[in-house]
């Protein structure tokens, strides 16, 4: 089986790319994001260290956790953003080793795992090789606008916690162009897994 990574910016559209492999090829897609929202909820690994930081401040009256309310305290509060990475960050990654597990003995061809932390979570040391998804800024902060409704300033916070294009850039092993047509990324794709 093939482990592939995925990254980019936010707005850069890897999970339509990942929709797209997922529906065409012998693929499992991973998304760490969603891991981490399954992993915040009442009874799993991440919930009762998440609420022992942060408290009330960040519980609905149903006693789960208000991801909004979260992220709006992190994203001013760098120590409390670190805190929060390594509670989750670490779980993420061992539900993924898991998971990675139950599609080899599946006989799966391909896993996918797209992180924006890809990088910074050393994901590398488990994928076979890692895509950067590169999306000019333009037609990211337009998309982010229009599907999450985002403003300029929340975009801006948003991409100054990101790597740079360069960074992004130098340490993936392959690049994929997705400012234009999709049918372009499509075509990009999939010449890069008939050589997998």
């Not at 009442?42 to 009762?48: L, M, Q, T, V």
Request: glycine share 6%; net charge negative.
């Amino acid at each position: 089986m093939k482990i592939v990574g995925i990254t980019g910016g936010v707005g850069s559209g890897k999970s339509e790319i990942l929709t797209y492999i997922g529906r065409n090829f012998d693929a499992a897609v991973v998304k760490a994001d969603e891991v981490a929202h399954l992993l915040m909820a009442p009874g799993r690994a991440c919930y009762p260290e998440i609420v022992q930081l942060f408290g009330n401040a960040v519980m609905r009256e149903d006693m789960t956790i208000d991801r909004k309310r979260m992220a709006a305290i992190v994203y001013q509060d760098r120590e409390q953003l670190e805190k929060l990475n390594q509670i989750v960050h670490p779980e993420v990654k061992k539900y993924i080793l898991r998971a990675i597990e139950r599609e080899k003995k599946n006989e799966t061809e391909y896993f996918f795992i797209e992180a924006a932390l890809l990088l910074e979570d050393n994901y590398d040391a488990i994928c076979d090789e890692l895509w950067y998804i590169y999306t000019d800024e333009d037609a990211r902060r337009e998309r982010l606008k229009l599907s999450r409704g985002y403003t300029d300033a929340r975009i801006d916070e948003i991409m100054a916690n990101q790597l740079s294009e360069d960074e992004f850039s130098e340490r993936c092993d392959f690049e994929i162009d997705n400012s234009g047509d999709f049918a372009h990324t499509i075509e990009q794709i999939n010449q890069r897994m008939s050589r997998l």
